[in-house]
């Protein structure tokens, strides 16, 4: 299974920025998937995870009604749209996936098991 994010990138307050994760080796439509986030110096934290059929959205309260997360199970991929950027929302963003996430863990990293390599949000002010 791999996991690859793409699309970070060096922003202004206010740009817009849209994240991806491409799946491979895994039957992607089964897999729940999430977007975390480490800023230098500070935790891993939860960002947005949508379920497989993706009727299940969860945003973390900093991110709600900025981001946008998706998912196209024919091209084996989520999408975070980011909106409105600020300086807080810099951070390297890592997506992750599991086949046995319940809703109320999805917020958890401990619930996902395969993890990207993470891309770079850098967000200038």
């Known amino acids: 299974v791999q996991l690859q994010a793409s699309g970070g990138g060096l922003v202004q307050t206010g740009d817009s920025l849209s994240v991806s994760c491409a799946a491979s080796?895994?039957?992607?439509?089964?897999?729940?998937v999430a977007w975390f986030r480490q800023a230098p110096g500070k935790e891993r934290e939860f960002v947005a995870a949508?379920?497989?059929?993706?009727?299940?959205?969860r945003y973390a309260d900093s991110v709600k009604g900025r981001f946008a997360i998706s998912r196209d199970n024919s091209k084996s991929a989520v999408i975070l749209q980011m909106n409105s950027l600020n300086p807080e929302d810099a951070a390297v963003y890592y997506c992750?996936?599991?086949?046995?996430?319940?809703?109320?863990?999805?917020?958890?990293?401990?619930?996902?098991?395969?993890w990207g390599q993470g891309t770079l949000v850098t967000v200038s002010s």
């Open positions: 992750a996936a599991s086949r046995t996430v319940i809703t109320s863990s999805m917020t958890r990293d401990q619930a996902y098991n395969y």
């Open positions: 080796g895994l039957r992607f439509r089964d897999y729940s």
């Open positions: 949508i379920k497989t059929g993706g009727a299940s959205i």
